[in-house]
């Protein structure tokens, strides 16, 4: 269980989701590693892999939580496209640098 210690909570009208250093900063369920932005992209509001209660159960939360994520994403959808954002920069910059730094003689094609 991830520990709320440092965390703070970016707006008070969303008491259940809290921000520190872990994950760069981004919002993400008091007590828990998983981000606004991990459950607003599985379930989209109905239209994305898992319903609201499918990932509640698959990921051992309240239900209330995944509304609590999805609410404050929307509030906030600046701030979560942001973090989008550096999230795909983050990636973008891993996938530039694995080739670069891969030790000489190892073929990723073998």
């Given at each position: 269980m991830a520990t709320d210690r440092d965390a703070d909570v970016p707006d008070p009208d969303h008491p259940r989701i809290v921000a520190d250093e872990?994950?760069?900063g981004e919002?993400?369920?008091r007590g828990r590693r998983i981000t606004v932005l991990d459950i607003y992209e599985q379930v989209k509001e109905g239209d994305g892999e898992l319903s609201p209660d499918e990932f509640a159960e698959?990921?051992?939360l309240?239900?209330?939580d995944v509304y609590a994520a999805l609410a404050y994403?929307?509030?906030h959808e600046e701030e979560m496209e942001d973090h989008r954002e550096?999230?795909?920069q983050a990636s973008a910059d891993l996938r530039e640098r694995i080739p670069r730094d891969r030790p000489a003689g190892i073929n990723p094609n073998e």
């Open positions: 872990m994950f760069g919002p993400r369920i698959t990921f051992q309240a239900v209330a994403y929307h509030a550096a999230r795909d």
